[in-house]
């Protein structure tokens, strides 16, 4: 008995220690997916990962880089930490969806090395859907103690909305093609957010469609971080660490440190916008920043490899550089002063591509030109915007007078001077005017602008009263909207609320006039 009793647990030893050994590799779903508990706060994650089933279903699961290369999670194994570092409260307004505070836990659409980077990739897909499946990954619900911003930048800052339905989540991100994709995400409150999501795919010939798990990802927001103890780390010696030697650390030289004629630095220079990783066909945008600014004369340079001879960009001469990436490269920027000399120089930055193994052929390079005389400001009126039909004229509450009420809008001003210098758009009424030939004066019309909608930077003009008891009313040049210098380029609607003011005098009949408009 005694001996059968210790085979049975030297078995059960032996079993044990194998199961210890093969959990690893053994911890995974149904499909493949790894569900070991982990916690990234660093690190490419397509959170949002595309995969096939054995069957040619699909399922939604998460993809990392951190512990290997494309290793594939159950997403409810792990948490995604934004750290305390991502807690931004200055961001340029200019540059978030409207609405969005200054104030985020900001994970940017490049790859800051120091924080979590996710995005989505549905290109696992392709072989059984086609390369231009449709694909929406709807995000049905967050739980969580804030808001959730998502959007896309353009290359250079320009706001681009990704959801089909607005800028935060829930929301659905739509595909019709796949991809890999990054993009800005905006938390407004620290704490523990968990997404559910599920996938929806039509093949490319529209003979196939699927809809994948739903899942669940969490996002652990800031930290409150170590408080301190109170009590020091160990007990004083009483003593010096060491003795003064009596004598200077080294012999003053008698002469200066620097070169005659060779001014010190005065500005440091970086490159940013640089991206974690690019896909061959994308665009790149780069920025040079001048931590002093000093110059305007910028130079660009590229080569191929850390060993290669740099090669100067030929037209890039400001302080953006934007490209097509086709390969891996480095890139830099120097500036100079007025006399050719150089005054600044950035470390090189690596232009990394990765295509997931879907590296594509280069095809023609295609290319069109606008010419800087091209640009131009314009003010043009939409279709819709060709006529007004104001309010019937009646008499106000005191009998003093009638009135009127309507809206203009479709006023369009187009900008794409590229100096950016600026617009002021304005209008007048000089008057309306019946068939009989009956009369009312522009002096007794006024407006209240309004912006409808704006790429760049319009804002509304003052209001003006009609002029019935003083005043001129919109019968002279009247502002209805403005764009201050370096924020006009682009495309804004305007529009305003008029009011007519008619003395008692007015005969019966149907009134028609004119806004005159100009822009400069």
């Not at 004629?261 to 061959?280: K, R």
Request: proline share 7%.
């Amino acid at each position: 008995m005694r001996t059968s009793s210790k085979r049975r647990t030297g078995a059960a030893a032996i079993v044990a220690a194998l199961a210890l050994a093969v959990v690893p590799a053994s911890a995974r779903a149904a499909g493949g997916d790894l569900t070991d508990p982990q916690r990234f706060d660093t690190g490419h994650i397509d959170l949002f990962n595309l995969s096939l089933n054995d069957d040619g279903t699909v399922r939604l699961n998460l993809k990392e880089d951190v512990t290997g290369s494309h290793v594939h999670r159950a997403p409810e194994s792990v948490e995604l930490v934004v750290k305390e570092q991502a807690h931004l409260t200055d961001l340029p307004a200019t540059h978030l969806p409207p609405g969005a505070p200054t104030s985020l836990y900001y994970l940017p659409l490049t790859q800051d090395q120091n924080l979590v980077w996710p995005g989505w990739d549905t290109l696992e897909i392709a072989s059984r859907y086609g390369a231009g499946a449709d694909t929406d990954i709807v995000v049905s619900a967050v739980d969580g103690p804030g808001q959730v911003y998502l959007w896309s930048t353009g290359a250079f800052g320009d706001v681009r909305q990704l959801l089909a339905d607005g800028w935060t989540l829930p929301g659905t991100v739509h595909q019709d093609a796949t991809a890999h994709a990054h993009a800005n995400w905006g938390f407004t409150a620290p704490g523990t957010y968990r997404l559910t999501a599920k996938a929806t795919v039509t093949s490319e010939d529209g003979s196939r469609t699927a809809t994948s798990n739903a899942a669940t990802y969490t996002f652990v927001v800031g930290s409150p971080g170590g408080e301190p103890t109170g009590e020091p780390t160990g007990e004083p010696t009483g003593e010096p660490t060491s003795e003064p030697t009596g004598e200077p650390t080294s012999p003053p030289t008698g002469e200066p440190t620097g070169q005659p004629g060779q001014p010190p630095a005065t500005t440091t220079l970086t490159v940013t916008g640089v991206g974690g990783h690019y896909h061959t066909g994308d665009v790149a945008g780069l920025t040079a920043e001048q931590s002093t600014h000093v110059s305007d004369r910028h130079r660009w340079f590229t080569r191929t490899a850390a060993d290669g001879q740099w090669q100067q960009v030929e037209g890039a001469d400001t302080d953006r550089y934007g490209f097509v990436v086709t390969a891996t490269h480095q890139v830099k920027v120097a500036v100079y002063d007025d006399h050719d000399q150089l005054v600044a120089e950035s470390e090189p930055v690596d232009i990394l591509v990765d295509d997931h193994g879907n590296t594509p052929v280069l095809g023609p390079e295609i290319e069109a030109t606008l010419p800087v005389t091209e640009g131009a400001l314009v003010v043009s009126v939409s279709p819709e915007g060709k006529k007004a039909t104001l309010s019937d004229l009646t008499l106000n509450a005191t009998a003093t007078r009638y009135t009127s009420t309507g809206t203009i809008t479709g006023i369009t001003v187009t900008d794409t001077r590229a100096d950016n210098l600026g617009w002021s758009a304005t209008g007048r009424v000089r008057g309306l005017v019946a068939v009989d030939g009956g009369a009312i004066d522009g002096a007794n019309v006024g407006w209240t602008p309004r912006v409808v909608s704006t790429t760049g930077g319009a804002v509304a003009g003052k209001a003006v009263l009609p002029g019935f008891a003083h005043g001129t009313g919109i019968r002279g040049w009247s502002q209805l909207g403005s764009a201050r210098a370096g924020s006009s380029i682009g495309t804004s609607v305007l529009g305003a609320d008029l009011a007519i003011d008619a003395p008692l005098s007015t005969t019966p009949g149907t009134y028609t006039g004119l806004v005159l408009l100009a822009v400069i």
